[in-house]
């Protein structure tokens, strides 16, 4: 409760007055002995909460306190996870200052970087691609590096869940950046109808392919021809 960020806490109510993060609180039961690794029946620990409510100032509290950064709970999500699913640039950088692994996939074999498609967190998307000190903080993992390989994953992805903006955003990206795509379209399709039929979608009673985008792409990259 004392680490719930600006996005709200459990029935709209915070543990301060303060209206985003709670970063004195946080201190006040930290110096009274609390466990920063305690966990709730979902398994998340106070880390995975401030990153997913938006609490960015808690992040560094929490872990110089000795909060383990890649904890996971019952569905095998991390922090770091939470950063990109719920789209908070502002605590994924503070994270990323204490070196998460970003290969951690949660139950659905999902990385943290593939969370941020879901719900089409094209802000976090952009950041991640285009802020200096994140791309420095990055660089030493491969799977957050946009080099042709996973800039060609993030699209695919993209389409999957059919997430525009992000989509737009990769594309731009792509063009600026003369990054080729090798995608097996295919493939792709394939995977695109398993999404929509049995995953995300399914709840949505959404069934049709987003062709437009599988279109768009394929005219992007053999336009030449």
């Known amino acids: 409760m004392a ?8 029935l709209r109510k915070k543990a301060s ?4 993060d709670s970063p004195e609180i946080a201190i006040k039961v930290l110096a009274k002995g609390a466990d920063p690794n305690a966990v709730d029946e979902f398994g998340k620990t106070a ?20 909060a383990l950064v890649d904890t996971q709970d019952r569905d095998g999500v991390t922090a770091l996870h939470e950063c990109f699913y719920r789209g908070n640039s502002d605590c994924l950088i503070e994270i ?3 070196g998460p692994d970003p290969s951690i996939k949660q139950r659905t074999g999902k990385t943290p970087f593939d969370c941020v498609f879901i719900d089409n967190m094209h802000e976090t998307l952009n950041f991640a ?5 994140f791309l420095k903080l ?10 042709n390989e996973n800039i060609e994953q993030l699209i695919s992805q993209a389409i999957m869940y059919k997430a525009q903006e992000c989509y737009d955003i990769l ?8 990054i080729s795509i090798n995608i097996d379209f295919s493939n792709l399709f394939a995977r695109t109808l ?16 987003n062709t437009d985008m599988l279109a768009q792409l394929l005219l992007v990259n053999f336009k030449k021809f």
């Open 3 to 10: 680490v719930w960020g600006k996005y709200g806490g459990r």
């Open 17 to 20: 007055n303060n209206p985003e």
């Open 47 to 66: 880390l995975m909460t401030a990153c997913g409510t938006g609490a960015p100032k808690c992040v560094p509290i929490l872990i110089d306190a000795g």
């Open 96 to 98: 990323m200052r204490y």
């Open 129 to 133: 691609l285009h802020n200096e000190e």
């Open 138 to 147: 990055a660089n030493k993992h491969p799977c957050l590096t946009p080099t």
């Open 171 to 178: 594309l731009k990206y792509q063009e600026e950046n003369n």
């Open 194 to 209: 398993t999404v929509y039929n049995f995953t995300h979608w399914k709840e949505h009673k959404e069934t049709r392919i």
